[in-house]
């Protein structure tokens, strides 16, 4: 019973991936996020219900259009399953319920946050500010207001440096409300675990970049440029979600490490 539940929450999980790839693609162009279908960018013929099914549509069609054979972008299936996926960890977490609806859009908003950087190169304001509306209502029925506020301010100040010092070159300036937002979402001392683990995060997929480019040059320098900025966002938002979920555990070592 409760793996078919959990395989519907994942269905609708990509559902509301497939949502927010309308949202990843039309946010700040001027089109409606909720009116007018969608339509292949060769050809420009609307899609029809069958090719529009989270993740199944795009296998079924080998990444292709099913008009004119022109590619898909690998970013409309990969959204929609880290987006299912989400839903189903939440689930496991808190259950079904209110929680469940709570921690999912809120991390749905970070994970947009985080996707919409990684494409974009920028933290859209608004996509942010809905998932620090959801941090201030944590960080209010946690009730620990002294710690979760000095812990945060010091995070964000400490990323704040980091871009005054590189004049912009390290990180962007956005990065700072978004550490603020996820600390105190996480509040004390999580918040302070959940930095550091980004920055390995943030290590491995340097290394990672760095290995591929070894192997593969070209492929590389026109994908991922190495000196410019790597967008921390999605490292940290990552790591939040990591931390968030294995929160109890994270604690414990953090207790065994400093009493
Ligand atoms: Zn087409």
Redesign the pocket.
């Known amino acids: 019973m409760q793996i078919l539940f959990g395989f519907i929450v994942f269905i609708f999980g990509t559902i509301i991936g497939s949502f927010l790839n309308v949202v990843l693609l039309r946010k700040n162009t001027g089109k409606s996020l909720v009116f007018g279908g969608s339509k292949?960018f060769?050809?420009g013929?609307n899609l029809s219900a069958r090719e529009l099914i989270p993740i199944l549509s795009f296998l079924r069609q080998r990444g292709k259009?099913f008009?004119?054979g022109?590619k898909i972008s690998w970013q409309y299936p990969l959204v929609e399953f880290l987006t299912g996926l989400i839903a189903i960890s939440v689930y496991s977490q808190v259950g079904l319920g209110f929680s469940m609806a709570f921690y999912f859009v809120a991390f749905a908003a970070l994970f947009l946050v985080s996707a919409y950087d990684f494409k974009h190169k920028i933290i859209d304001s608004q996509l942010l500010y809905i998932f620090g509306a959801f941090a201030v209502v944590v960080f209010f029925l946690r009730g620990n207001y002294l710690s979760d506020i000095i812990s945060s301010a010091s995070i964000a100040l400490f990323f704040y440096l980091l871009w005054f010092f590189s004049g912009g070159k390290w990180m962007g300036r956005g990065d700072t409300d978004v550490s603020f937002f996820i600390s105190l979402f996480l509040g004390f001392p999580l918040n302070l675990s959940s930095i550091i683990l980004s920055f390995w995060i943030g290590g491995i997929w340097a290394i990672i970049l760095l290995l591929l480019s070894q192997i593969e040059r070209r492929f590389i320098s026109r994908r991922f440029h190495l000196k410019s900025e790597i967008p921390l966002a999605p490292f940290m938002a990552l790591a939040a979600f990591f931390s968030w979920f294995f929160s109890s555990p994270l604690l414990f070592l953090l207790d065994k490490l400093f009493f």
């Open positions: 292949c060769s050809c013929k259009c008009h004119c022109s």
